[in-house]
T-cell receptor, first 111, second 113 residues
Framework: DQQVKQNSPSLSVQEGRISILNCDYT??????FLWYKKYPAEGPTFLIS?????DKNEDGRFTVFLNKSAKHLSLHIVPSQPGDSAVYFC??????????FGTGTRLTVIP | DTGVSQDPRHKITKRGQNVTFRCDPI?????LYWYRQTLGQGPEFLTY????????KSRLLSDRFSAERPKGSFSTLEIQRTEQGDSAMYLC???????????FGEGSWLTVV
């Protein structure tokens, strides 16, 4: 049972434009959400997180939006850069226990 | 380097052999996690320690898998009688008391031939 879903396996964006990566979840008890970036043969790198009591968190070029009623979150990257090309994983935590991951979205930023 | 470190980074072993991976978490973190990732999937939870206590184990962690964290610092993950289906990246992660932000190591690639 996949509690966190990323329905787009890949996304291509021109350099300088906005990248929007989407994530849906089914468990309303999740209280914290995180985005990770992953290069091949490396572990996931933490990017940004958001508490379930907030609807937006921003860190530089990265902004995460949370819509609890829709059980949906998104990661916006503006402006996109070629170095952003990687696989992005959405993850969720319940009660500070383990992370539940989505299957990832491969972002390609075209120079 | 004060991040999560894992050793070895790569391991090739013959089916039936035992392998052990080591993880050193971020020094002030008391929570330590093991995950497994296969191609095209997100990381899957295996087990979790708070200090030396193993608090949760996934059903993915068969009897051939055992994890320890004897002194609440580093952890080991042992796989006995490896099978080809065990080939994956094994990820270790750690977090502080709040547990809200979990940091991953570089991973240990296992190939069972």
């Amino acid at each position: 049972d996949q509690q966190v879903k990323q329905n787009s396996p890949s996304l291509s964006v021109q350099e300088g434009r906005i990248s929007i990566l989407n994530c849906d979840y089914t468990n309303s008890m999740f209280d914290y959400f995180l985005w990770y970036k992953k290069y091949p043969a490396e572990g996931p790198t933490f990017l940004i997180s958001i508490s379930s009591i907030k609807d937006k968190n921003e860190d530089g070029r990265f902004t995460v939006f949370l819509n609890k009623s829709a059980k949906h979150l998104s990661l916006h990257i503006v402006p996109s850069q070629p170095g952003d090309s990687a696989v992005y994983f959405c993850a969720a935590i319940q009660w500070a226990n383990n992370l539940f991951f989505g299957t990832g979205t491969r972002l390609t930023v075209i120079p | 380097d004060t991040g999560v470190s894992q050793d070895p980074r790569h391991k090739i072993t013959k089916r039936g052999q035992n392998v052990t991976f080591r993880c050193d978490p971020i020094s002030e973190h008391n929570r330590l996690y093991w995950y497994r990732q296969t191609l095209g999937q997100g990381p899957e939870f295996l087990t979790y320690f708070q200090n030396e206590a193993q608090l949760e184990k996934s059903r993915l962690l068969s009897d051939r898998f055992s994890a320890e964290r004897p002194k609440g610092s580093f952890s080991t993950l042992e796989i006995q009688r490896t099978e080809q289906g065990d080939s994956a990246m094994y990820l270790c992660a750690s977090s502080g008391e709040a547990g809200n932000t979990i940091y991953f190591g570089e991973g240990s690639w296992l190939t069972v031939v």
